[in-house]
């Protein structure tokens, strides 16, 4: 059985954060309960290549999705380095540049400025909207049952997400909830702002503001629409993508180099990754890589 990009991504994540869990080894438990398992995990893509070819339907489907179900157990685990090593230098550092760059920092001022009720209500619906994105789309996929298409998706997701991780292990940023009084006023009430505040109550993890994956995994996700779902849908998750952007800042959850800092991850790696998936797939057939456009699809 072949590796895939996405099982080189994952294994490459395992080494990365086994190298930012070291320096606590020597003083925390913790630390090394995560060294030992991040030196577990990489295993499994050794096991993926001396493993014979899958028979059963369930063991086909895992092989090909267990990347998205490590991404939802890593975030966690990223809360807890951040309790660890503190985040405030990096918050400072990461305020003052966003104040530098658009003159101000409108996840403070923006707002006060526009406090209407409706215009409240709208951006709490927009952020909440990522989780309609990201089920949305996870889920047409899956099941279409089109084996490129969930791939395309679980290569598109994992890239985007652990390279949002790597920075948030390395540089942990707390974000504008911990450093700015949260205006209460637009939204306050709504019911979508309630949904917020008890998503991030039950799942949020310390340390990941900069980039944002609100926008980042948006963006990633609208795009991987439009290469396998349809127009419609495309549309959709288009729209709540750009729309997630903005009501990040003013539901002031991140500062507005998040959101940009999670745009150029997303489209970056979007641009990058048909590249690799044509140089993996021409090394492992033990040919000269092709790198002119191709349209043919990665079935390896």
């Known amino acids: 059985m072949r590796l895939l990009l996405v099982d080189h991504l994952v294994a490459l994540y395992n080494v990365i954060l086994i190298a930012v869990w070291s320096p606590l080894a020597m003083t925390s438990a ?23 070819e899958l028979q059963s339907s369930v063991a086909r489907a895992a092989r090909e999705v267990y990347p998205l179900l ?36 409108f996840n403070v001022t923006w707002a006060p400025a526009v406090s209407q009720v409706w215009v409240g209500d709208l951006m709490q619906f927009l952020y909440f909207s990522y989780y309609i994105v ?10 279409s049952g089109n084996r490129t298409a969930v791939r395309d998706l679980t290569l598109s997701f994992a890239a985007v997400y652990l390279g949002a991780y790597i920075v948030y292990a390395i540089a942990p940023t707390a974000g504008p909830m911990s450093m700015f009084p949260r205006f209460e006023g637009a939204g ?7 949904l917020n505040d008890g998503a991030a109550a039950a799942g949020d993890a310390t340390g990941t503001a900069f980039p944002s994956t609100h926008v980042a995994g948006a963006l990633t996700l609208a795009l991987v629409a439009w290469r396998q779902l349809s127009r419609t849908e495309a549309w959709v998750a288009t729209v709540l993508a750009v729309g997630i952007a903005p009501a990040t800042v003013y539901t002031q959850n991140h ?19 048909p590249v690799l998936v044509k140089l993996q797939a021409a090394l492992a057939e033990g040919r000269r890589p ?3 456009r191709d349209t043919e699809p990665e079935t390896a």
């Open 255 to 273: 500062l507005v180099i998040d959101g940009v800092a999670g745009a150029i991850l997303a489209v970056g790696l979007q641009l990058s990754l």
């Open 70 to 105: 490590w991404v939802l157990v890593f975030w966690k685990e990223l809360g807890i380095h951040c309790s660890l090593v503190g985040s405030a230098s990096n918050d400072a550092f990461i305020a003052s540049l966003d104040r530098s760059l658009f003159g101000e920092n």
């Open 290 to 292: 092709r790198l002119a």
């Open 134 to 143: 990201l089920v949305g789309v996870i889920v047409r996929v899956l099941s």
């Open 188 to 194: 306050t009430h709504s019911l979508f702002r309630v």
């Open 30 to 52: 913790t630390a090394r309960w995560m060294i030992g398992v991040h030196i577990g995990a990489l295993s499994l893509p050794l096991l993926l290549l001396w493993a014979p």
